[in-house]
């Protein structure tokens, strides 16, 4: 309840970055792009490099705590780490009237929420597993350097072109080699520091792909999405994996496994 609280006071609280307002005397405020549970994105234009770029704002209930800036400059950190074309770049990072920030590359394309939802792109079950492959791509790169996203969502999945991109590493973290191995996680699955929180992200990204193409009745009786969706069992059986229904896959190559059996690479 107190959380609650403090976060309704923060938004009314805090105040955004205005359209053309100079920030640290270099980065011209184009538009607010979003909110998340850490930062305010803009879209900027650098007038020392003269491009285009995100800058991210900490928010007022996360500057308060330590917590939250310690989480900030760990966001920023590890965005800094990555070296890989499907994340963005990180630039530069200030200070503006108190408030810490940072830049990244600006990456043109549409996110899949605005894609499925304002533009009513509908995917198949092969274009949503081809995507979803090369999503665990992205995923399996973090993986490696042992990281995990934490936040696999569909406003977090740019399509650039026949690219993918994969934004927001405000929830990110390292995890111990071997975490989450032989054990199924039972509290929150998509906010658990180990590998099986992003491939449950992913399974609840896949069936929002699926569900683009399903025709929602008049009148809706409480179904599952397994009885609801026409997809073949090999599909059922990959997402209910990622979703712990059934056995919980381990690793990003356990699924990649299956996925090819669909999609054929």
């Not at 791509?137 to 936040?151: C, G, K, P």
Request: glycine content about 6%.
């Amino acid at each position: 309840m107190l959380k609650r609280i403090t976060l309704f006071a923060a938004n009314i609280m805090e105040s955004r970055f205005q359209h053309n307002e100079t920030i640290a005397h270099r980065y011209q405020v184009i538009n607010h792009l979003g909110v998340g549970s850490y930062g305010n994105s803009y879209l900027v234009y650098d007038r020392l490099s003269q491009q285009k770029k995100v800058l991210k704002a900490l928010r007022i209930h996360k500057r308060v705590t330590q917590s939250g800036r310690n989480s900030f400059e760990i966001e920023k950190k590890l965005l800094h780490s990555i070296n890989h074309p499907g994340f963005p770049k990180y630039f530069e990072d200030g200070l503006h009237k108190n408030i810490p920030f940072y830049t990244m590359e600006y990456i043109e394309g549409k996110n899949f929420e605005q894609l499925i939802f304002q533009e009513g792109h509908k995917y198949s079950e092969l274009e949503a597993f081809n995507i979803a492959n090369d999503v665990l791509e992205l995923i399996n790169y973090l993986h490696e350097q042992r990281l995990v996203h934490r936040d696999i969502r569909i406003p977090n999945v740019i399509a650039t072109g026949s690219e993918i991109v994969l934004i927001d590493l405000g929830l990110a973290r390292k995890y111990d080699q071997g975490v989450g191995k032989h054990r199924k996680i039972k509290r929150n699955l998509r906010k658990e520091i180990n590998p099986q929180s992003d491939l449950y992200g992913l399974g609840h990204f896949l069936l929002f792909l699926l569900y683009s193409n399903y025709s929602f009745p008049k009148k809706m009786k409480e179904s599952s999405w397994e009885e609801e969706l026409e997809i073949s069992n090999q599909a059922k059986h990959i997402i209910s994996r990622l979703l712990q229904i059934e056995e919980f896959y381990e690793d990003c190559r356990q699924v990649k496994a299956d996925i090819k059996k669909i999609i054929g690479k």
